[in-house]
């Protein structure tokens, strides 16, 4: 969720996860931080897979605002939209995107950015960088294979005794 101040009111942005958890924008709002706060009547005001999902701070952009919203078209976090809002009012929320950051497959994070916040003159990110450990994924892949076996052993076991044969030596 994300938390911004703008005309006169307290704007809580999230993603509602039982309508979905990458493709859709929900607000309420308070003219106090306690509250009460009241569901916006548009809720869900933006449903897409490529700029609804928050993916950090609200930004003032001189006399406007900026939200980043996580690009999910084929995955978690692929990319950052950063859309303009329009209209942010108790009855109507409008935005549009301006513009998308990719991440750059040489760089760091080169499989996806899903967080971009600014703190004063800096702006962090969070991204991701996949890697596959393998001696991981044996051990993984042969816990579950033993598991498996074990189980069915144990379920025809349980049948034999049920059945009235002896089990064992």
């Not at 993916?55 to 900026?66: F, M, Q, S, T, Y």
């Not at 995955?75 to 301006?98: K, M």
Request: charged share 20%.
């Amino acid at each position: 969720p994300t938390i911004f101040r703008h005309q006169g009111y307290f704007w809580l942005a999230y993603t509602d996860v039982s309508l979905g958890a990458f493709d859709n924008l929900c607000l309420c709002y308070a003219s106090d931080l306690l509250g009460p706060w009241h569901a916006h009547p548009q809720n869900p005001v933006k449903i897409d897979h490529q700029s609804s999902r928050s993916a950090g701070a609200v930004i003032k952009d001189g006399d406007g605002l900026l939200r980043v919203a996580q690009v999910c078209k084929s995955g978690y976090g692929q990319a950052i939209a950063v859309n303009r809002i329009l209209h942010c009012t108790p009855t109507l929320y409008r935005e549009e995107v301006i513009r998308t950051v990719s991440p750059e497959r040489d760089q760091l994070n080169p499989h996806g950015i899903h967080t971009m916040s600014a703190l004063g003159d800096r702006t962090l990110v969070d991204g991701k960088h996949s890697v596959i450990n393998y001696w991981v994924l044996r051990r993984r892949i042969t816990s579950r294979i033993t598991s498996r076996i074990t189980s069915r052993i144990t379920r025809a076991a349980q049948r034999a005794s049920a059945a009235g044969f002896t089990v064992g030596g």
